[in-house]
């Protein structure tokens, strides 16, 4: 079991996390009609706790809300409040070692049918173990029976709660056939993301990840590792990306705020190059493990210290 910390932040104020309850008639419950986002709490080189690019999570927070119409939070909140939220939780907590803190808004008006808009909205926000999601040191992964949910169903680019059973089915599919995790593929076959991760491809000294019409979330790390690579001189290709693509790639890695950097080594039962995690990637992990301990001095501006 994950280890999830005791006091929560919800409604306005850090309770025990078991009285922080949703009513099971609230639109959250019913429909999952909650946006959230997962942000990383390290400790820093210097021993304090940073959160990573605190403020591009909070507006994609704010982004999943405007585009589901879930209209209560964005006039409630800004970056300062949701700052100082997360703050209290980590300092109630006296928590010293790295967390993620996952930070939700959800509809708690109860009964008021299929729609969003002028309906009541409750922040929570935990904090719990910084596990991975991903081995750390090789990922196989597996082709999913079940296509991404497209843009124009359920937009990805929403960190909608209720949009997640497409990720569980995809996620349990793949270890249910004994690999780590799932590739979405989109309605046309093109390659998407993982379960909860975005997806490079290393080849011929270039990094390849599908674009953002791609029908993926748009990751934080992803664009972290886009900065970072072309900081360290190395391009990459936004596109459309075929399967086969990573079957023949010289490297394949997933990143994200749970993923990490993590070597994928193989692909529906095919090795990817040698079967071992590759120099560039190797590179591109350290170069984010420094980004997030606030090693990399040029991008001090992505940590916000608690
Ligand atoms: N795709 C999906 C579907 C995700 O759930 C996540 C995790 N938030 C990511 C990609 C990676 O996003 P980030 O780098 O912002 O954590």
């Not at 970056?79 to 209290?88: G, I, L, R, S, V």
């Not at 001189?233 to 890695?253: C, K, N």
């Not at 493990?289 to 916000?304: V, Y």
Request: proline content about 3%.
């Amino acid at each position: 079991m994950v280890k999830i910390y005791l006091k929560v932040y919800f409604g306005g104020r850090l309770i025990d996390k078991n009285s922080a309850n949703l009513s099971i008639a609230s639109s959250a419950v019913l429909y999952g009609l909650s946006v959230y986002t997962v942000f990383p709490v390290f400790v820093t080189e210097n021993g304090r706790l940073a959160a990573f690019r605190l403020k591009e999570h909070f507006n994609r927070l704010q982004e999943s809300a405007k585009i589901i119409g879930i209209d209560g939070f964005n006039g409630e909140w800004d970056f300062e409040k949701f700052t100082d939220a997360a703050a209290k939780l980590i300092k109630e907590n006296e928590i010293k070692e790295d967390v993620f803190v996952r930070a939700s808004v959800h509809v708690d008006e109860q009964l008021p049918g299929t729609r969003s808009r002028g309906l009541s909205t409750a922040l929570s926000m935990f904090a719990y173990e910084a596990l991975p999601i991903l081995p750390q040191n090789g990922a196989r992964l597996k082709t999913s029976v079940w296509r991404r949910v497209p843009d124009f169903s359920i937009p990805s680019r929403a960190k909608v709660n209720g949009a997640y059973v497409n990720s569980v089915l995809a996620k349990q599919d793949a270890i249910d056939s004994g690999y780590d995790d799932c590739i979405f593929l989109d309605t046309n076959g093109h390659v998407c993301e993982l379960s909860a991760a975005n997806i490079f491809i290393v080849k011929g000294g270039r990094l390849i990840t599908p674009d953002t019409a791609s029908d993926l979330l748009e990751g934080i790390n992803r664009r972290t590792v886009v900065t970072l690579a072309s900081e360290a001189g190395l391009e990459t290709e936004e596109r459309v990306v075929d399967l086969t693509e990573l079957y023949i790639a010289d490297e394949v890695f997933a990143c994200g705020t749970s993923a990490f950097i993590a070597p994928i080594i193989e692909v529906d039962a095919r090795k990817v190059a040698d079967g071992k995690p590759g120099l560039v990637t190797t590179k591109i992990k350290k170069l984010h493990e420094d980004a997030l301990r606030g090693s990399n001095k040029e991008h001090a501006n992505w940590l916000t210290f608690i």
